[in-house]
């Protein structure tokens, strides 16, 4: 399973940071002046893009704990033009909103499936445990912490992803613990950990769990 936003967008191009934050700060206006107050979580490569890791990022991923979230964030950004409403969407598990801010799709989501773990980057208490805060326009936004980030693109076997998300955390530090149970949750196989100790110039603990990854579904 992977533990990322199901129904990504399909923009023709590649948002810049300034892209991102523009459309962002407006979203977060817009919800501010409805005078509501509802935890989010920004997740997927644009999570990353914004702590500087430059990665090709086609939507903003806005993650909600509860459907009523969802609505509530939609009804805000009711001035902007809705591509798709509110609804379930049953393959993916999500509750699921879509919009376009300034020309960049906003996409609103829980991801309801039940683990029992707190290092998935969009399921469990992953995303609402572990972020960090960035600033955008006059907000400071929560968003996913890298090394979440990291275990799903190696997951998904990207190295075109999961090589810059190394080179940053290499440069500017990451969380090893974190890191490493993230890994054992998600049964990264020993290949790809040592790849990651080796690019991170990491030495992980004296008896790690190395364990295959699981046959194919």
């Known amino acids: ?26 979203a977060l206006v817009a919800f501010g ?3 509501t107050e509802t935890a989010y979580r920004v997740c997927g490569t644009g999570a990353a893009l914004m702590q500087g890791v430059p990665l090709p ?11 009523e979230d969802v609505d509530t ?25 879509r ?19 707190d290092v998935m980057e969009c399921v469990g208490s992953g995303p609402w445990q572990h972020y960090v805060l960035i600033a955008c326009g006059s907000h400071h936004v929560p968003v996913v912490r890298l090394e979440l980030r990291l275990v ?6 990207r190295a075109d992803r999961y090589g810059p998300l190394l080179d940053h955390m290499g440069t500017h530090g990451f969380d090893p613990d974190l890191l490493h149970r993230a890994m054992d949750a998600h049964r990264i196989p020993a290949h790809h950990r040592r790849l990651v100790q080796d690019r991170l110039a990491w030495t992980a603990p004296a008896t790690p769990r190395l364990r295959p990854a699981p046959p194919p579904a």
């Open 57 to 67: 990022v086609g939507d903003i991923d806005i993650l909600l704990a509860g459907r």
């Open 1 to 26: 399973m992977i533990d990322t936003l199901i129904y990504m967008g399909d923009g023709a191009r590649s948002l810049n940071t300034t892209d991102m934050t523009t459309a962002l700060d407006m």
């Open 99 to 117: 919009f376009e801010v300034n020309g960049v799709a906003v996409e609103l989501s829980t991801v309801e499936r039940q683990v029992d773990s």
């Open 33 to 35: 002046a409805a005078g």
């Open 73 to 97: 964030f939609a009804a805000a950004l009711s001035s902007f033009a809705c591509l798709n409403a509110a609804s379930w969407l049953p393959e993916s598990s999500q509750y699921f909103a």
């Open 152 to 157: 799903t693109e190696l997951l998904r076997d």
